[in-house]
């Protein structure tokens, strides 16, 4: 039916006659001629109806928003002065000789170039949003970012493998989604979390090097870098230390920003073990384009009367850490306020500062509601370390550390950002060394930072056993921005390792065997030393679109409440299906008033 995409004519057609399909973005009645801005997926180009063809006229009048046309005309150059620089097209434009109506268009609930649309009307409508430039956009980047790295990897010897998306529940980390069997009454499959078991058992296969551009499913609690499903790039390995993996998968990254963006990412990613990270940024994923850092102060606040600081820094989990903000003596007692509120949603209780007005004149040069709860001697160290200058602000946490780290992080980030202190561009890292294990509290045990699978460090094998809290891991997170991007980490590929990391986190035996036997018994089998990452490939098209929120680079995403407008899933099903699959709904019992 076509000839070529509307919005690729250009001045090299000129005098051919094409023929092309689209959809009309706007019809334009201007003394008698009428203009069609036709649209597809390669762009717009301007089409024009004479009224010297009279049929040709009659159609080109009757055509709405929306309308699915087909265009026959001859390409030529636009008048002088009405040339639109901004498009490929915008040279020339289309006379139309024949003009046919593919298919009519009800009036859409909104123009496919309006800016300030309503998310809930955006996914009721996807289908409709999706033909939006944005949108057409981010996904045709999506599919680049998806070639490119299919391209790197064949490239370097790594072969496509599906993995099962039915498999067995392992409920060690996020919540699974089960699907009922209808053959094995009473059982249940869960939808894969990640393809992490069945790539180790690839590497035992011995098919050495295995990527996968795979669907993941948790049933989580959702933000705007989550969704119920999502997409990794999976990448596994055989034979190559930790060093070797890490440098392998940034040459990846580093060729997709290339190849898609021509953007020159740093060669090497700064590494920072994970305590190195949250001391000086308080997060494990820090945004290295603000340059403000977190200054340690627990060991100056061990003996000070002041019970906030003094409690938390004698607590044997507990940090005071202070955050200094060049030229922040400007803000106002409200928007301090308004900083206190937000450390809130942290945990934090509270927010104290200090305020330079004149350091010449020393503690008498300073000006804080804390100033007399503290030693001066204790206050002139505070200001040393955090080198504070005339007209800054320092804001403290004192608390438990995940506390402190989690407030005065995103605080850190915030303020960067607001307060034009945040650089452009991409800055990548690597967060290295993390702990094995972290103490659920709840439920009175060690769970995994990762997962448990991932190897300990070289030295800290007996540490499983005699101290797991001081065991760290051949972990490796890849940071961008302020996201986790990839994570990953040297596998467990020894039995008996893999039974000690398991009685660490008390799983004993039988659990085991019943949950892990296939691969603990894989293990036993000539299993090679492997290790590999999971990137995040909604996060890494997001960061590259510029976009808010993943749901913008995903086809058909689901809302925060893990709904799908445009199907109105999750949805109920009838009774007969029920039975089939051997279920019965339990439903909340009525409450009297």
């Given amino acids: 039916m076509r000839t070529e995409y509307c919005g690729l004519i250009s001045r090299r057609h000129l005098g051919q006659v094409v023929t092309l399909c689209g959809w009309v973005h706007r019809r334009r009645d201007h003394g008698g001629v009428i203009f069609i801005d036709l649209r597809d997926r390669e762009g717009l180009v301007q089409v024009v109806s004479d009224p010297d063809n009279a049929v040709t006229f009659g159609i080109a009048d009757r055509l709405r928003h929306e309308y699915v046309i087909e265009v026959t005309g001859r390409v030529r150059e636009r008048p002088q002065g009405t040339v639109n620089p901004n498009l490929t097209s915008g040279e020339v434009e289309v006379l139309a000789e024949r ?210 600081f003094g409690d938390a820094a004698r607590l044997a989990d507990g940090r005071v850490a202070a955050l200094l903000v060049p030229q922040g003596g400007g803000l106002t007692r409200g928007e301090i306020d308004a900083c206190t509120e937000f450390v809130r949603i942290y945990g934090a209780k509270g927010l104290a500062y200090i305020k330079v007005n004149a350091l010449e004149k020393g503690v008498g040069g300073v000006q804080s509601p804390i100033l007399k709860f503290l030693p001066q001697p204790v206050i002139r160290a505070i200001l040393e370390r955090t080198g ?108 008996d390792v893999q039974s000690k990391v398991f009685r660490a986190l008390d799983i004993g035996p039988e659990e085991a065997q019943a949950k892990f036997g296939f691969l603990l018994e894989a293990l036993q089998y000539g299993a090679p030393p492997h290790g590999g990452i999971a990137f995040g490939l909604d996060r890494i098209v997001a960061l590259m679109a510029g976009a808010e929120s993943i749901r913008d680079i995903i086809a058909f995403p689901k809302t925060q409440r893990a709904q799908c407008l445009l199907t109105h899933a999750p949805n109920a099903v009838d009774e007969e299906q029920l039975k089939e699959l051997h279920v019965r709904l339990r439903t909340p019992q009525a409450t009297s008033a």
């Fill in 388 to 495: 504070a200058r005339d007209g800054d602000l320092v804001f403290f946490g004192a608390d438990r550390a995940k506390v402190v780290n989690e407030a005065l992080g995103a605080l850190r980030v915030k303020i960067g950002h607001e307060r034009g202190l945040a650089e452009h561009g991409w800055r990548p890292a690597w967060v290295l060394d993390f702990p094995m294990f972290e103490w659920d509290e709840e439920a009175k045990r060690w769970v995994a930072m990762h997962h448990p699978f991932t190897s300990p460090a070289d030295g800290h094998e007996d540490l499983l056993e005699t101290d797991p809290g001081a065991a760290h891991a051949k972990a490796h997170d890849m940071v961008l921005n302020g996201w986790e991007i990839g994570g990953g980490s040297v596998r467990i590929h020894r039995q």
């Fill in 99 to 308: 003009i046919g109506i593919l298919n009519p268009s009800l009036t859409p609930p909104f123009l496919m170039d309006e800016e300030h649309l309503s998310e809930q009307v955006r996914l009721e409508y996807r289908f409709l949003d999706l033909r939006r430039p944005q949108m057409q956009k981010n996904m045709r980047l999506r599919y680049h970012v998806t070639m490119a790295v299919r391209g790197f990897l064949d490239h370097h010897g790594f072969i496509d493998i599906e993995t099962p998306m039915l498999t067995r529940s392992t409920p060690e980390g996020a919540r699974d989604y089960l699907v009922p069997s209808r053959i094995h009454p009473g059982h249940f499959y869960a939808l894969p979390q990640s393809p992490q078991l069945f790539k180790q058992l690839l590497m035992i296969a011995g098919f050495d090097r295995y990527y996968q551009i795979v669907r993941c499913f948790r049933d989580e609690d959702l933000r705007t870098d989550r969704q119920p499903e999502f997409t990794q790039i999976d990448v596994e390995t055989s034979f190559l230390d930790q060093h070797a993996i890490m440098v392998l998968v940034e040459e990846l990254i580093r060729h997709v920003f290339k190849e898609v963006l021509e953007a020159d990412l740093p060669d090497p990613f700064p590494r920072f073990t994970y305590a190195q990270a949250m001391a000086l940024y308080g997060s494990d994923k820090p945004d290295l384009r603000v340059p403000l850092k977190l200054t340690e102060l627990t060991d100056l606040m061990k003996g000070v009367e002041f019970k906030v």
